[in-house]
Each structure stands twice: as C-alpha cells, then as structure tokens.
C-alpha cells in the first residue's frame, strides 16, 4: 500500500522537478498582475496628514520620543524600539505632531490602536543622516541601527529583521533566500520593486549575507515574472558575491516562507520550529531593499510600495508615505474608496479595512478595490460531503475536513490533535470547496478558542500555584510556632527537673498537628457562618442560649464546638480573617501554653 | 472582517452530481442494448421516488428542500441502487428499495453529507435479505433469451407482473453467470465445463461484461473530470484481479480467471460508482487504497465461499463500518512533522 503512494509521489515529484523540490497541494488562482504591472512605480503627493500606529510590527508596542506640538523633520525618531522584538517609527515628512491617541488601524480586528497624528509642514525637510560604512562596524552595532531604524519583514508578516539577522552559533544560517515569488493574486509590489530597483535589492542581501555569513544566497521568484527575473540576474552578476535566482514554479502559496524554502532547499521546516534549525534564513525582497536604504543612505523606514488595484482606473503601484491615508492612496489611482470593501493583501489571505481612512503601514502590500462581481458574496454552505479536494490542496498536508468536524463541533482537543496549529490559513481548503464551506473561517475560530483556553488555563495555574505557596507558608508559620512552643516546654521542664527537651518537642509538635486539623475543620465549616447578615447572626445567638440552658438537647457535640470557636475571632484584625487557620490556631495558643 | 480566501473555483455539489449521472450514461446505453429498455422505467421510478421522498423528509426535518432537492444527491443514490436491481424487478421493489435508502440510508443520519454507510447498498441489502428470490431473479440477455420482450412488455411486466401470452417466465429468465458458476461448482462441474454455457461472454457474462466496460468507460471519465482519484478503484480492481489471479493460478478448474471476476457482477460500477461515494469512505489516501482493496477481498471472497452470488453491498457496507477507524490509523504526514 505505501509502496504505492509513494510510486504515485515519487512520479509527481519527477514530472515536477527541475532540479527543484515541490510542495503537496497549492491552488492556481486567475493572477490579475497584469493590471498594476502595465506602468512604473509612481510616487505620491505629499499627504497633509499622517497616522502613524506606535505597533507597525510584531513584538512591543515602540516607546513614544515625542509629545503633541512637537515638530519633527523627516525620518526623526518618534518612538523607539522597547526591547529587542520590537522596531522604531519614524516621521515620513517634516512637520507637527498634531495629537497621540487612538486610530483606527488597518487591522482584522478592526479595532483602533495608540497612533501618532502628523501634520505635515509641506517642506518635507529631512533630518541629518548618512551612510554607515557597515563593514568597519561590529555586527551587533549594525544590527542595532537596523532596530532603530524600523527595519522590519515587509513581505506581509512584519517581523522585526534585526533579530532575524543575528548570527546564533546553535543554528548557524547556511543559506540565505530572499523571498521574490509573490504568489498571491493581484499583487505586483515585490514584482515592480525587482524590475525598477534591483541594484538596490543586492546591496541590501549584500548586507544581510555579511550579517549572517551565510555561504548560499538564492532569490526564489515565481516563473510568471520573466522581466523581474531578468532584472535580478543582471544585478546580481554585477555583485561581488555569488547570488543564485531561481524562477520557481508559480503556484498559490509558493511564496510563503516554508514552501519556498522546500522548493529551494529540498529541507522542511520542522513544525513549530525557526528555518534557523535547518540552517535558513528567509527574507522578503522589500526588507532587502529597506536594509540597502537604511545602511548605504542612512534613511530609515518611512515608505514602501504599496499594490493599489482592482476597480480603479489607475492600477498600478505607489511608493506610499507610512502613515498616509489609504483613500488618498485610492483617490491616486483613480478609484472610490468605500468604507468596508476595501480589501488589504491579496484575496488569499488578505482581510477588509475597518475604514478607508486608516493609514498605509509597513504591512500593507496591496489595497484592492473590488466590484461586486470580483470578490462576490459565497453561495450558502451546504454540508462537507468529505470530497477531499481540501485535503489534496493542502499545502502542509492536513486534513481539513477533518479539522472542520472538529472546530464545528467545538472538539478543540482533537482539533489540536490533528495539528490545526501548522495551519497556515492559505485558503486553498475554501478555494476548492464545492460546499462553500467558509473552512479557513473555522480554524481561525478554533485556534483561538484554543489560546484562549489555553491562557484561562494558564491564568488558574498562576493562581493555584498561590495558593498552595499560602498554605506552604501557613504551614511553615504554624511549624515555627510549634518549635518555640517546644523550646519554651523544654525549658519549663528542665527547671521541673522532669521529661526530656526533646520528648516536649514531640508532644509539641502533636499539639500543633491536632490543633491544625481542629482549626482546618472549623474552617471548611466555618465557611457557611461567615459573613452572616446581623438577623441570622442573632438568631444563632438566640439558638445559642438555648443550648447553653439544655446542654442535653443540643444536637451534635461537634456543632457546639464549632458555634464556640465561631465567636472568638472578634478581635484579630482584618487580615488575619482572611486566613480563618491561622487565626484559630492563634487563638487556640494561650490554652496550650496554658497547659 | 476576515472572510478571506474571497475568491474561489470549485465546482458545486450539483455539478459535481450531474457529472457522476453523465458519467453513468455509457453504462445505461449497454445495459438498454443488453437487456432491453426496461431499464429507463426503473430508472424513472427510482428517480421519482428519491425526489418525493427526499423531498418530504426535509420538510419533516424542517431543512431547505429545494437546496437539498436538487444537489443532485438523491438521485446518484437512485440510480445506482437502480442499476444494481435486477432489471424487470416489480415496481413496488423499486419504490421500497429507493425509499429505504433515502429514508433509512441517508436522512435518517442527517442527509446529505452524514450518511456513514453508502444509501444504495443499505437499500441494497435490505432488499436482499427481504425478498432474496425476486433480487436473484435476473432476465438473460436479449441475445441469449428465448423469447424477446419489447420496451412495452417490459413495461407491462414491471408494473403488473404478467407477461405476454404463451411466454413464462423461464423463457425470459436465466442464471447470472456468477450465480450459475456457483451452482455449477458445488455439482462438481469443471471451470471449462462451466464455461462452454452461451452465458459466458469473452471476459464475463455475455453481454454483462459490455455494461462492465461501459461503467469502465464512465469511471475513467470521472478521473479524467477529477471528481475521483484513481486510489479507490486501482486498489479495488487491483486487489479482485490479484486474489482471483492466486486462487485461480492454484486451481484453474476450480476457480474463474481474473478477468470474469473484473467483469462479471457489479465489480465495475462498484470500482468506480459505489465505493468512490466520499460521505461514507475514508479519506486519506493510503485509507482509501486500503479501503478499496478490503471491499475487493472481501467481494471475492462472499463470490466464492458466501451465500450469495455477489457480494459487493455487503463488503462495502462491512468497511464503511471500519472508515472512521481507517481514516485515524492513516493519517498523512503533516508538513514540517516527523514521520
């Protein structure tokens, strides 16, 4: 049976290869590249005013530098890196620092994140900066600059570089790919920055080879760029070091960052694990380029080029200010930007704008304006009729009909089981489902509800594992008394004359054990008779009395024992009543010495 | 706000239904050529009945009907139980039949999508055991009959039981040949003997085996329209071929050759009609290569040692039974996993 799976793999692999690996699945959407590839990159008026979110990347929230009122040149600091996963946010031009609040962001959540406003002055005056002569520099130095100069993944995932860049002797990075396939539909920025800029690219991979010391460099690109292609191979022939490309095969999600690697080094990521494990560092062609332009003109993060395509009169692609409006992005080529439609990314894996007034931020690669009839409303789902067309699609080879049941049914725990957390939300599953099941819509659904439970779970941990620390140091409270009860008995009784110190340590310490057990049980019982409004604290008094005056009737002996102790704690002070065992054994201590 | 992936190109259940039904034409053709155009009338039937009834036990189960009614599911379901009858089986077995496997096969379970066991061979099956005469009881070929019924009298025959005068019923009846095989081996009878009777055709049963390649012929078109893998029926033709060809290589007087077995019975529109329905069988492909080659086994061996002459709604019914156990223990590598 296996011999025969492995026949049919190895005949698919075959008919694949071109010296190349592959990866099981993928889906051929229509490309619509066409559309914004047609005219060069342009540039874009200079916005009147900017919102720049303080969390453009993943990792910490970067440290505010600057107050409402200030005026800042262009690319001057406004907040800065906090630690290491994290990166800085710059001015994109000269101007006044209108107001620090929240905004909107361009985020699936659609909810508003800590923005500075930025008024711009119209003189787009830059701050002082220079190249970096980065080969005379420490590489810890260089990698510092590129933190404080907001240098993060552009490919989409927003990753701060910096970190991706240290040289780890446990995982030595062998080879080093920069990210050209682009396979999402409709967007052209990586595709247009690789045909106009392609020098620029190799200085910046130049400069991430130095960095990691890797002894491979690849740029994988898919074979639907010929002109990109061509661009990168001539620039890399002028370069000093080796750089391969390699027009990979185009298929949907060939550019995420695990698939390419397997195209190009043949290796898998192990799941969960770093590409660093397998000797790999992976980076967009947009990072590449941010690095060139950080290092050899000292500029930092302050623009990249954004996609803006679909039902617009001017697709194309735009070298946009961070922090510029995406309606005026929108309004540039020629569309109308309606709140809620706009979508962000490719139609793969991209997510609609909570508004069309949210900024441009270091994410944003594509905005696409879409007609009714582009992106139109799915059919009603019908239920899975386990075709399997999902599962042969599946880049990482999952089940998703499988996961579907499972997050359907709210069986998170099987969910995990058959691995929902390698799911890599491409879409493919939805793309092929003949039941319009929204499949990548449940997954998402089921890996949070995982974290979420997760985090409950570990929140009851955290406040279990208080608690027992409590009651350890209860105990070892009751211990020592229970010793200076001992060392007092001792001392009583060798002035006596009579036992042993050590015999009254013994009887000492069975005195403090009984007392515990007296006073844990009063306080399970306890518990029920605290805090009882003043009616029913009468009417225990009441009932009291009448104990106290028929001692024959009054029911068990445990009860009245209980009722005694209850009454005693009226003096301790407020935190000692929070800990009813403490408080008992303390009040318990005069009889004992007593004894 | 995240509804992404917003495209997609899937073909819809209908469509995908249609084209099974499309794919079962060829098939239907043969089997007109063969037996006459009785056929068409059970097909009606059997359609009309699974249309009514899926339509009334939504409307029971207060689901969509007309969604339901027409992804094209219950009629798949319908013809294929009606191809699996005998033909000229009396309407009243049709109408039962198809209702059994509407009702107690598939919305019963939850409809469309849940059905654990495959409709038509529950139908099937229930048939066989309720009324085993009626459910033997094949017309021979047109060429081999001794007395021909037009569509008319075939007609006539299916709804009220009676045939032209002066004709009885041994003039247009005979043994299948996997039954006569059967009967003919346990009366000591040789292979060749067996196979001197006009019954037998080049491969299978005359003019069975014509319907055989035809549903052949449709299955391919399937693979080709990728609404199957050829997991399923490689493995199921693959593993009748390869137990026939060991049995019949240890004792040829004794046991058919493989190619009767591939083309006699319902072995083709079982390899790529009836186990390839995805709601009841696995769907790992190592699970269905195993699933596909259990029911082959387990075909030939009901065949030639059961008590009935075939045995393909039985052992697929036996593994659909073992799918979700299959499925669990095939699970495929995941990317970035160990093995």
């Given at each position: 049976?296996?011999?025969?799976?492995?026949?049919?793999?190895?005949?698919?692999?075959?008919?694949?290869?071109?010296?190349?690996?592959?990866?099981?699945?993928g889906?051929?959407?229509?490309?619509?590249?066409l559309?914004?590839?047609?005219?060069?990159?342009?540039?874009v008026?200079?916005?009147?005013?900017?919102?720049?979110?303080?969390?453009?990347?993943?990792?910490?929230?970067?440290?505010?530098?600057?107050?409402a009122?200030?005026?800042?040149?262009?690319?001057?600091?406004?907040?800065?890196?906090?630690?290491?996963?994290s990166?800085?946010?710059?001015?994109?031009?000269?101007?006044?620092?209108?107001s620090?609040?929240?905004?909107?962001?361009?985020?699936?959540?659609?909810?508003p994140?800590?923005?500075?406003?930025?008024?711009?002055?119209?003189?787009?005056?830059?701050?002082?900066h220079?190249?970096?002569?980065?080969?005379?520099?420490?590489?810890?130095?260089?990698?510092?600059?590129?933190?404080?100069?907001?240098?993060?993944?552009?490919?989409?995932?927003?990753?701060?570089?910096?970190?991706?860049?240290?040289?780890?002797?446990?995982h030595?990075?062998?080879?080093l790919i920069i990210?050209?396939?682009?396979?999402?539909?409709?967007?052209?920025?990586?595709?247009?920055l690789?045909r106009?800029?392609?020098?620029?690219?190799?200085?910046g991979?130049?400069i991430?080879?130095y960095?990691?010391?890797?002894?491979?460099?690849?740029i994988?690109?898919?074979?639907?760029?010929?002109?990109?292609?061509?661009?990168?191979?001539e620039?890399?022939?002028?370069?000093?070091i080796?750089?391969?490309?390699?027009a990979?095969?185009?298929i949907?999600?060939?550019?995420?960052?695990k698939?390419?690697?397997?195209v190009?080094?043949?290796?898998?990521v192990p799941?969960?694990?770093?590409?660093?494990?397998?000797?790999?560092?992976?980076?967009n062609?947009?990072?590449?380029?941010?690095?060139?332009r950080?290092?050899?003109?000292?500029?930092?993060?302050?623009s990249?080029?954004?996609?803006?395509t679909?039902?617009?009169a001017r697709?194309?692609?735009?070298?946009a200010?961070l922090?510029?409006?995406?309606?005026?992005?929108?309004?540039?080529?020629?569309?109308?930007?309606?709140?809620?439609?706009?979508?962000?990314?490719?139609p793969?894996?991209?997510?609609?704008?909570?508004?069309?007034?949210?900024?441009?931020v270091?994410?944003?690669?594509?905005i696409?304006?879409?007609s009714?009839?582009?992106?139109?409303?799915?059919?009603?789902?019908?239920?899975?009729?386990?075709?399997?067309?999902?599962?042969?699609?599946?880049?990482?080879n999952?089940?998703?009909?499988?996961?579907?049941?499972?997050?359907?049914?709210?069986?998170?725990?099987?969910?995990?089981?058959?691995?929902?957390?390698?799911?890599?939300?491409?879409?493919?599953?939805?793309?092929?489902?003949?039941?319009n099941?929204p499949?990548?819509?449940?997954?998402?659904?089921?890996?949070?509800?995982?974290?979420?439970?997760?985090?409950?779970?570990?929140?009851?941990?955290?406040?279990?594992?208080?608690?027992?620390?409590?009651?350890?140091?209860?105990?070892?409270?009751?211990?020592?008394?229970?010793?200076?009860?001992?060392?007092?008995?001792?001392?009583?009784?060798?002035?006596?004359?009579?036992?042993?110190?050590?015999?009254?340590?013994?009887?000492?310490a069975?005195?403090?054990?009984?007392?515990?057990?007296?006073?844990?049980?009063?306080?399970v019982?306890a518990?029920?008779?605290?805090?009882?409004?003043?009616?029913?604290?009468?009417?225990?008094a009441?009932i009291e009395?009448?104990?106290?005056?028929?001692?024959?009737?009054?029911g068990?002996?445990e009860?009245t024992?209980?009722?005694?102790?209850?009454?005693?704690?009226?003096?301790?002070?407020?935190?000692?009543?929070?800990?009813?065992?403490q408080?008992?054994?303390?009040?318990?201590?005069?009889?004992?010495?007593?004894k | 706000?995240n509804r992404?992936?917003?495209?997609?190109?899937?073909?819809?259940?209908?469509?995908?239904?249609?084209?099974?039904?499309?794919?079962?034409?060829?098939?239907?053709?043969a089997?007109?050529?063969?037996?006459?155009g009785?056929?068409?009338?059970?097909?009606?039937?059997?359609?009309?009945?699974?249309?009514?009834?899926?339509?009334?036990?939504?409307?029971?189960?207060?689901?969509?009907?007309?969604?339901?009614?027409?992804?094209g599911?219950?009629?798949?379901?319908?013809?294929?139980?009606?191809?699996?009858?005998p033909?000229?089986a009396?309407?009243?077995?049709?109408?039962?039949g198809?209702?059994?496997?509407i009702?107690?096969?598939?919305?019963?379970?939850?409809?469309?999508?849940?059905?654990?066991?495959?409709?038509?061979m529950?139908?099937?099956?229930?048939?066989?055991?309720s009324?085993?005469?009626?459910?033997?009881?094949?017309?021979?070929p047109?060429?081999?009959?001794?007395?021909?019924?037009?569509?008319?009298?075939?007609?006539?025959?299916?709804f009220?039981?009676?045939?032209?005068?002066?004709v009885?019923?041994?003039?247009?009846?005979s043994?299948?040949?996997?039954?006569?095989?059967k009967?003919?081996?346990?009366?000591?009878?040789?292979?060749e003997?067996?196979?001197?009777?006009?019954i037998?055709?080049a491969?299978?049963?005359?003019?069975?085996?014509?319907?055989?390649?035809?549903y052949?012929l449709?299955?391919?078109?399937?693979?080709?329209?990728?609404?199957?893998?050829?997991?399923?029926?490689?493995?199921?033709?693959?593993s009748?071929?390869?137990?026939?060809?060991?049995?019949?290589?240890?004792?040829?007087?004794r046991?058919?050759?493989?190619?009767?077995?591939?083309f006699?019975?319902?072995?083709?529109?079982?390899?790529?009609?009836?186990?390839?329905?995805?709601?009841?069988?696995p769907?790992?492909?190592?699970?269905?290569?195993?699933?596909?080659?259990g029911?082959?086994?387990?075909?030939?061996?009901?065949?030639?040692?059961?008590?009935?002459?075939?045995?393909v709604a039985?052992?697929?019914?036996?593994?659909?039974?073992?799918?979700?156990l299959i499925?669990?223990?095939?699970?495929?590598?995941?990317?970035?996993?160990?093995?």
């Open positions: 049976m296996n011999a025969i799976v492995n026949i049919s793999r190895l005949l698919k692999s075959k008919l694949a290869r071109t010296g190349l690996s592959s990866f099981k699945g889906v051929h959407p229509p490309q619509h590249k559309e914004s590839t047609t005219s060069p990159i342009r540039s008026t200079l916005p009147k005013h900017l919102v720049l979110p303080l969390r453009q990347h993943v990792g910490n929230v970067s440290k505010l530098q600057v107050a009122g200030d005026h800042v040149l262009k690319g001057q600091l406004l907040a800065k890196a906090d630690g290491q996963v990166a800085a946010v710059h001015a994109p031009t000269s101007g006044v620092i209108a620090i609040g929240n905004q909107l962001i361009p985020h699936p959540s659609g909810l994140d800590i923005s500075i406003t930025l008024e711009a002055d119209g003189r787009d005056q830059w701050i002082e220079q190249a970096l002569d980065y080969l005379s520099m420490s590489k810890p130095e260089l990698l510092d600059h590129l933190r404080e100069a907001g240098v993060v993944g552009l490919g989409g995932a927003t990753f701060p570089s910096h970190i991706k860049l240290r040289e780890d002797a446990r030595p990075v062998r080879t990210n050209g396939a682009e396979c999402e539909p409709y967007i052209s920025c990586d595709d247009m690789m106009e800029r392609a020098d620029e690219i190799v200085r991979i130049e991430m080879r960095l990691l010391d890797a002894e491979v460099c690849a994988g690109i898919e074979d639907n760029k010929p002109e990109a292609i061509q661009a990168m191979r620039a890399v022939a002028k370069s000093a080796a750089i391969d490309v390699i990979v095969p185009t949907y999600p060939g550019g995420g960052a698939q390419l690697i397997k190009i080094t043949g290796k898998e799941s969960g694990r770093l590409p660093t494990e397998i000797g790999v560092q992976c980076f062609v947009a990072t590449a380029y941010s690095v060139h950080v290092v050899n003109h000292g500029e930092p993060v302050i990249r080029i954004v996609t803006v679909g039902n617009v697709p194309g692609n735009y070298e200010l922090g510029m409006s995406i309606s005026e992005l929108v309004q540039l080529a020629g569309g109308r930007a309606e709140d809620g439609d706009l979508v962000m990314g490719g793969m894996m991209g997510f609609n704008l909570p508004s069309a007034a949210v900024p441009v270091k994410a944003t690669n594509c696409i304006v879409p009714a009839e582009m992106f139109p409303q799915p059919e009603p789902a019908l239920p899975c009729i386990r075709c399997t067309r999902c599962a042969d699609v599946c880049p990482v999952l089940q998703p009909q499988e996961l579907y049941w499972f997050s359907k049914s709210q069986n998170l725990e099987k969910a995990s089981e058959y691995n929902i957390f390698d799911c890599i939300e491409c879409g493919c599953c939805t793309y092929v489902c003949p039941s099941i499949l990548v819509q449940y997954y998402r659904y089921a890996k949070s509800e995982i974290i979420a439970q997760d985090r409950a779970k570990e929140a009851a941990d955290i406040a279990r594992e208080r608690n027992e620390f409590r009651l350890m140091r209860i105990e070892r409270e009751k211990q020592e008394r229970a010793q200076k009860h001992a060392q007092k008995a001792a001392g009583a009784k060798a002035e006596a004359g009579g036992d042993s110190a050590a015999e009254a340590a013994k009887k000492a069975i005195a403090a054990a009984v007392e515990r057990a007296k006073a844990q049980k009063a306080e019982v518990k029920n008779t605290e805090e009882v409004s003043p009616r029913v604290e009468a009417e225990i009441k009395a009448r104990r106290a005056q028929k001692p024959e009737l009054s068990q002996p009860q024992e209980l009722f005694a102790e209850k009454q005693e704690p009226a003096v301790t002070s407020a935190v000692e009543q929070m800990d009813g065992t408080l008992l054994s303390k009040e318990k201590q005069p009889t004992e010495e007593a | 706000m992404s992936p917003y495209l997609t190109d899937a073909p819809s259940v209908t469509s995908i239904m249609l084209r099974v039904l499309l794919a079962l034409v060829p098939g239907i053709a089997y007109v050529w063969v037996f006459g009785g056929i068409l009338v059970t097909l009606a039937l059997a359609s009309v009945t699974a249309l009514s009834v899926e339509a009334l036990m939504l409307k029971l189960r207060e689901r969509p009907i007309k969604m339901f009614v027409t992804d599911s219950a009629l798949v379901t319908a013809w294929l139980l009606a191809l699996a009858l033909p000229l009396p309407w009243w077995l049709i109408v039962l198809t209702a059994i496997a009702v107690l096969g598939k919305q019963l379970y939850g409809g469309l999508g849940y059905n654990p066991f495959n409709p038509a529950v139908a099937y099956a229930a048939l066989l055991i009324f085993p005469l009626l459910m033997t009881s094949w017309p021979a047109l060429t081999l009959a001794e007395a021909q019924l037009g569509f008319v009298e075939q007609m006539q025959f299916i009220s039981g009676a045939l032209p005068a002066g009885a019923m041994d003039a247009v009846t043994a299948t040949p996997l039954d006569y095989l009967t003919q081996l346990t009366l000591n009878h040789s292979m003997e067996i196979a001197q009777s006009s037998f055709g491969l299978g049963g005359q003019g069975i085996e014509l319907i055989a390649a035809a052949l449709g299955g391919l078109f399937l693979i080709q329209q990728r609404i199957i893998t050829w997991h399923l029926p490689t493995a199921f033709l693959a009748i071929a390869i137990i026939a060809a060991i049995f019949y290589l240890s004792d040829a007087s046991f058919a050759d493989p190619a009767f077995h591939l006699s019975g319902a072995t083709m529109l079982c390899a790529f009609f009836i186990i390839t329905d995805p709601v009841s069988g769907t790992t492909p190592k699970g269905k290569l195993i699933f596909a080659a029911i082959g086994f387990m075909t030939y061996i009901i065949r030639v040692y059961g008590g009935y002459p075939d045995g039985f052992a697929v019914i036996f593994f659909n039974i073992c799918v979700p499925d669990a223990y095939t699970q495929p590598r995941v990317f970035g996993h160990e093995k």
